[in-house]
């Protein structure tokens, strides 16, 4: 419960702060072993969920990361572990739960993976292959932060849900068999 209040706090003190600090929409590049897509992220809405997300892109975080998580119908899942599912730890703190932002868990958003604990999301993602509004705010009690949308690209994220997967550890029978590799995340500008 400490925790949990610390997190608040810490969020209604920096949020604001945080806020002015993060662009209100931009791009990254994701250049996987499938194909490239391009994500838009919501910097007015999750301003910690973005900022947090920003850091590990540029940090070079999930470079080499794998989709070791894809369940068709569902979601694909990403962030968190290397080809062989070794666990990369990040050097970043959980963020607390922005889920209730006014976005939903529809098909083509990116949103924050956790654990049972609400605040516990820190580096994995997953994308949205359909409209998942039970993983909102009020159906699954703090829900799932949603923090921005695949723009360009959201056919490679289905050819990437579509693949065969396998037993793998604790992901059960979810385990791409041949690794989806984020081989390179980047900001992107427009020219």
């Known amino acids: 419960m400490k925790r949990l209040l610390l997190l608040f706090a810490i969020a209604l003190v920096a949020g604001p702060a945080i806020a002015e600090k993060v662009p209100p929409h931009p791009h990254i590049k994701v250049e996987t072993t499938e194909g490239e897509f391009l994500l ?3 910097g007015k809405l999750a301003p ?5 997300f920003l850091n590990l892109v540029d940090e070079g975080y999930y470079d ?4 070791h998580r894809v369940i068709p119908g569902f979601m694909a899942q990403g962030g968190g572990f290397t080809p062989g ?9 959980s963020i ?7 976005m939903s868990n529809m098909r083509g958003t990116i949103a924050m993976a956790r ?3 609400p605040h516990s999301a820190n580096a994995q993602f997953f994308i949205n292959v359909v409209d998942n509004n ?8 703090w829900g799932y932060a949603v923090f ?6 959201m056919e490679v994220v289905d050819k990437i849900v579509s693949v065969k997967t396998g037993p793998g550890g604790q992901f059960a029978q979810d385990v791409p068999i041949v690794p989806i590799v984020i081989k390179k995340m980047s900001r992107y500008t427009f020219e």
């Open 40 to 42: 838009e992220l919501e």
């Open 48 to 52: 910690i969920t973005v900022a947090n």
């Open 64 to 67: 080499g990361t794998i989709f």
């Open 85 to 93: 599912l070794k666990l990369k730890e990040s050097e970043g703190n």
């Open 96 to 102: 607390p739960n922005e889920s209730g932002n006014g």
């Open 115 to 117: 654990t049972s604990d």
């Open 134 to 141: 039970r993983l909102d705010p009020g159906n699954n009690r």
């Open 148 to 153: 921005g949308y695949v723009i360009e690209g």
